[in-house]
């Protein structure tokens, strides 16, 4: 029944992404999201906005096997002056107990899978956050790495399914975070395969990264939301290209780390992507945006 021929096809005859009719959103604002009861519906409403319909998660987990990552040296002083302009949080447990305030009115995405530091295979992940303490801290979803193709691909996938499984008991959505390791290509292909079967599996939201190529292929092959992570940094211009192309192809969002809190002036740089998302600014009115805030102008 494995048919490895098959996730090659693309435009080939066949196989068809009927990539110019959107998905019917049966009566709730986000794709294939109808059917979920109110709590998982309410929770998936403060991270998506639903005049928007997108998100800007503010991706800033990295030092679960990283450490202090570049940027992120102290969360309290260059991470918490961007709370303002997020939706979301996305970090870990221990980060948001020792420095977020709980008056946050920003919705929670929890890291809950971790285990092996950068020094060791990535993939050997285990759940790492009980759901009965996600809901203690308001968590709005639970985030799950998926190592598709991974040496513990299998462990990972059944990470997943757990985590959906207690996640629909207690109205928790989670994110399935499509990672590449360290040397897995980052094609359309890749991810369409890997996005679709966190899909099939119960994941009710999929982060994947943009591809230049094909990206429509992925988000019109997967029934529920995608948002795209932000990857190493580049410059401002082409990382609000990459949201912008990203938006206009499907995906519902960014969960954008390093092109943030990396950047010259990330609270300007936020500021800009949230045009983006929530206004549908072009990236050259996002990076004047940008660059008038950061000449004090605006
Ligand atoms: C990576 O594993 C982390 O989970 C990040 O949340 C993710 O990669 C997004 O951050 P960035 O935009 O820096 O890639």
């Known amino acids: 029944m494995a048919d490895l021929d098959d996730i090659d096809e693309v435009k080939k005859a066949g196989k068809n992404f009927h990539e110019d009719i959107p998905q019917e959103k049966n009566g709730f604002f986000l794709k294939g999201s109808a059917n979920y009861d109110w709590g998982m519906k309410n929770r998936l409403s403060s991270i998506f906005n639903p005049v928007s319909g997108n998100t800007l998660m503010l991706a800033f987990d990295h030092g679960y096997f990283q450490g202090p990552t570049t940027g992120l ?3 309290d002083v260059n991470v918490l002056p961007l709370e303002p302009y997020c939706d979301t949080l996305m970090l870990t447990r221990g980060i948001l107990r020792s420095l977020v305030p709980g008056s946050t009115q920003r919705s929670i995405a929890m890291r809950a899978t971790g285990g092996p530091s950068i020094l060791r295979e990535l993939s050997n992940e285990i759940i790492a956050c009980d759901m009965e303490d996600a809901v203690r801290m308001n968590a709005s979803c639970l985030a799950v790495q998926v190592y598709i193709g991974g040496e513990y691909e299998t462990q990972t996938i059944h990470n997943l399914t757990r985590l959906v499984d207690l996640g629909l008991r207690y109205g928790v959505p989670v994110m399935a975070v499509t990672a590449v390791g ?13 996005a679709r079967i966190c899909a099939e599996l119960g994941a009710q939201i999929v982060k994947t990264y943009y591809t230049a190529e094909d990206f429509r292929t992925i ?3 997967c029934p529920v939301p995608i948002v795209i992570a932000g990857g190493k940094k580049i410059p401002e211009l082409d990382a609000l290209t990459m949201a912008r192309n990203a938006l206009d192809q499907g995906a519902n969002g960014v969960d954008m780390g390093r092109n943030i809190f990396q950047s010259d002036n990330p609270v300007a740089m936020i500021q800009a992507v949230r045009k983006v998302v929530h206004e549908n600014a ?6 004047a945006f940008y660059n008038d805030l950061v000449a004090g102008k605006a």
């Open 219 to 221: 988000t019109s092959s």
């Open 282 to 287: 072009s990236p050259a009115e996002g990076l």
């Open 182 to 194: 360290k040397d897995m290509a980052r094609d359309a292909k890749y991810f369409r395969l890997a």
């Open 73 to 75: 040296e102290r969360i």
